[in-house]
């Protein structure tokens, strides 16, 4: 993992600016290898899963993410779907927005705005079932990216917990995954401030 160097310090305020250019050296390395470790997060959703559905986690994503390819989408809207609930294992109660965050430095803001918000915009479909509102999403009405979160959750979301479904292997994204985050963080022309194209036209 590292040549065995180590910074000299057991408290932060006491670090020298040569420890910190020792964790600089060594950060850049572990940073190339988020997407293998987002790509091992969902492997391992194959196997803990939230039961009671017809399909693992995992196979959600894989559908998802198939859906969106096979609909033309582009490499964020693929890379969105297939991480959309990549949350789940760690953090069940917020996972949208945890999976927005970790997508958030290396997308357009609409596609990271639509996975912080696919969770209110999917209890349109259940909702109703708890006693809740379901059309809660309906406070984001005026935002410019509503349709954007609504088509995503209509076509590739709450479509994909169908066993039948033949999806693209997890192997088949992992360079579309490796591409998006080997991205510049937070590189104004990747995240496109302001600007919603939208989901692909259905043919």
């Known amino acids: 993992m590292t040549d065995g160097a180590t910074v000299s310090f057991s408290q932060m305020k006491d670090g020298t600016k040569e420890d910190y250019v020792l964790l600089e050296r060594l950060e850049e ?6 997407a293998d470790r987002l790509l091992a997060e ?7 899963t939230l039961s009671g559905y017809k399909i693992t986690r995992l ?3 894989l559908q998802s993410a198939t859906r969106a390819r096979r609909d033309g989408a582009d490499i ?15 953090a069940p109660q917020n ?6 965050e970790i997508l958030r430095p290396f997308v357009r803001e ?4 639509v ?6 915009f ?3 479909y259940f909702g109703h079932h708890y006693g809740w509102d379901r059309n809660a999403r309906d406070r984001f009405a005026d935002n410019p990216c509503f349709q954007s979160c609504a088509d995503f959750c209509e076509r590739w979301d709450q479509v994909s917990f169908d066993p039948d479904y033949e999806s693209d292997p997890l192997e088949s994204f992992a360079d579309e995954v490796r591409t998006v985050f080997a991205r510049k963080a937070y590189d104004p022309a990747v995240t496109r401030a302001g600007e919603v194209i939208g989901l692909p036209a259905t043919i």
Do not use: C, F, N
């Not at 390395?29 to 988020?34: I, L, Q, S, V």
């Not at 609409?110 to 705005?113: G, I, Q, Y």
């Not at 996975?115 to 209110?120: D, R």
């Open 76 to 90: 964020d809207w693929v890379v969105a779907a297939l991480l959309h609930d990549i949350g789940d294992r760690l």
């Open 42 to 48: 969902l492997a391992a959703q194959a196997d803990d």
């Open 95 to 100: 996972h949208d927005r945890m999976a927005a």
């Open 59 to 61: 196979e959600h994503g």
């Open 29 to 34: 390395p572990y940073r190339a290898g988020t």
């Open 115 to 120: 996975v912080k918000h696919h969770g209110i």
């Open 110 to 113: 609409e596609v990271s705005w």
């Open 122 to 124: 999917q209890s349109y």
